[in-house]
């Protein structure tokens, strides 16, 4: 299985934005973000059901983060807004076998190799 590819991340300063990318290659599950700090669990971020537009946020990034999918369902994104130094982790892209979205990591099937978002005060 070819695995996800995670694009966008970098160096912002705070309050600004990034958009990180997966390609998930035609892939039809539902798909999710995560990310790690050093020294940290890996955490939920958000995720999306594959049908329909439900979407699941962590509380830490509600209203500031938005998963989304273009057209052809081959490409997820994660915009993230007012970005905050607590924000700097390495970002994952997920996918599952379901359409049904998780926050569980152990849901999830596939995975990409990660992006690095740094976050500087």
């Known amino acids: 299985q070819v695995p996800l590819v995670e694009s966008g991340g970098g160096l912002v300063y705070t309050g600004g934005s990034l958009r990180l990318s997966c390609a998930n290659f035609?892939?039809?599950?539902?798909m999710g973000w995560f990310r790690q700090a050093p020294g940290k669990e890996r955490e939920f971020v958000a995720a999306m059901w594959w049908i329909g537009s439900r979407t699941y946020y962590a509380d830490s990034v509600k209203g500031r983060f938005t998963i989304s999918k273009d057209n052809t369902g081959n490409t997820v994104y994660l915009q993230m807004n007012s970005l905050k130094p607590e924000d700097t982790a390495t970002y994952y892209c997920?996918?599952?076998?379901?359409?049904?979205?998780?926050?569980?990591?152990?849901?999830?099937?596939?995975w990409g190799q990660g992006t690095q978002v740094t976050v500087s005060s």
């Open positions: 997920a996918a599952r076998d379901r359409v049904e979205a998780s926050t569980l990591d152990w849901d999830y099937n596939f």
């Open positions: 035609g892939r039809t599950g539902a």
